[in-house]
Antibody
Framework: EVQLVESGGGLVQPGGSLRLSCAAS????????MYWVRQAPGKGLVWVSR????????TYADSVKGRITFSRDNAKNTLYLQMNSLRDEDTAVYYC???????????WGQGTLVTVSS | EIVLTQSPGTLSLSPGERGTLSCRAS???????LTWYQQKPGQAPRLLIY???NRATGIPDRFSGSGSGTDFTLTISRLEPEDFAMYYC??????????FGQGTRLEIK
């Protein structure tokens, strides 16, 4: 069974940093593109970043470019999202997810809430 | 960046009725890489349709997707109580950007 379990969310002050993790199991992790998608409270889905299977290519939404780094450790079946210079508007549930067909997403984690507030 | 506009914002229907949800793109979606998701409160999204018209594994055949270019439709032939939820479209053809529509809320009338 495919499982994606996020951790690391919490309350952080504006300008602060946070690192999210996503532990994957139940599939050949090193063979898949992986994604982060976020959802602000009561709002829609917003793509944040993607990473290729071997971790050598990443792309970011303009809203987070330069502040967020997406990485993966295929030996540990784990994704990381390092978030710096956090802003109020980064407050959201962050989902890690598995790519399926041309950036379609077939499995999602349960999400971890990041709250940026003073 | 391709902007996706979903309509209507809210659709009020009764169980057993047919639901038709629209997703319009600001420019043509390359190779019709258009995806539909369902999301219920407090849950992660669920993949329904990919490549505009392909049902994902385990999705009932009452869900169907159609369209090409800039106009796409998700149709639910006969609504079941569990189908009342939020629905999002996503375009996957405008690399590097991935965009979602703002969503359609399907509610019980």
């Amino acid at each position: 069974e495919v499982q994606l379990v996020e951790s690391g969310g919490g309350l952080v002050q504006p300008g602060g940093s946070l690192r999210l993790s996503c532990a994957a199991s139940g599939f050949t992790f090193s063979g898949y593109w992986m994604y982060w998608v976020r959802q602000a409270p009561g709002k829609g889905l917003v793509w944040v970043s993607r990473i290729n299977p071997d971790g050598t290519r990443t792309t970011y939404a303009d809203s987070v470019k330069g502040r967020i780094t997406f990485s993966r450790d295929n030996a540990k079946n784990t994704l990381y999202l390092q978030m710096n210079s956090l802003r109020d508007e980064d407050t959201a549930v962050y989902y890690c997810a598995r790519g399926f067909f041309y950036d379609s997403i077939d499995y999602w984690g349960q999400g971890t809430l990041v709250t940026v507030s003073s | 960046e391709i902007v996706l506009t979903q309509s209507p914002g809210t659709l009020s229907l009764s169980p057993g009725e047919r639901g038709t949800l629209s997703c319009r793109a600001s420019q043509s979606v390359r190779d019709n890489h258009l995806t539909w998701y369902q999301q219920k409160p407090g849950q992660a999204p669920r993949l329904l349709i990919y490549g505009a018209s392909n049902r994902a594994t385990g999705i009932p055949d009452r869900f169907s997707g159609s369209g090409s270019g800039t106009d796409f439709t998700l149709t639910i032939s006969r609504l079941e109580p569990e189908d009342f939820a939020m629905y999002y479209c996503q375009q996957c053809g405008d690399s590097p950007e991935i965009t979602f529509g703002q969503g359609t809320r399907l509610e019980i009338k």
